[in-house]
């Protein structure tokens, strides 16, 4: 499967992230859910916590809204990533293709990476 989008687009007033994909398919994600799924080391909690598939804790989390979770900027980040900005300075999340597709909120996705995220406690 190629994951590569065609489209990205950033809507303030909706506050959500847009992004239509190489198969035809549109992503839409509130921006909440994009900092609570925030990948990079420090919001995971260390580098062990860094994982290729959002977290399944994200979809549930609720944020409540801050600078925090008001997006800046988005920034290409060579051709496999975004780098996404928060009005809080936050800027270290680079949030790839591949988890920017498992993190798509949408019910036939979730079915299809909500298990590849579930993971065994021990
Ligand atoms: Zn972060
Ligand atoms: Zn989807």
């Not at 990948?39 to 399944?56: I, L, T, V």
């Not at 993190?103 to 298990?115: S, T, V, W």
Request: glycine share 6%; hydrophobic share 30%; aromatic share 10%.
């Amino acid at each position: 499967m190629t994951e590569h989008p065609t489209n990205i687009t950033a809507n303030k007033k909706t506050r959500e992230l847009s992004i239509v994909w190489d198969d035809a398919h549109t992503s839409v994600y509130p921006f909440d859910l994009l900092r609570a799924a925030c990948p990079c080391a420090s919001c995971r909690g260390g580098h062990e916590n860094m994982k290729p598939e959002p977290d399944p804790n994200v979809f549930v989390l609720k944020m409540a809204e801050s600078s925090s979770t008001r997006l800046a900027n988005v920034v290409k980040t060579g051709s496999y990533a975004l780098t996404l900005v928060w009005e809080d300075g936050h800027d270290y999340g680079i949030y790839n293709w591949h988890y920017l597709r498992a993190l798509c909120p949408c019910e036939e996705d979730r079915k299809k990476f909500g298990n590849a995220g579930e993971q065994k406690n021990d």
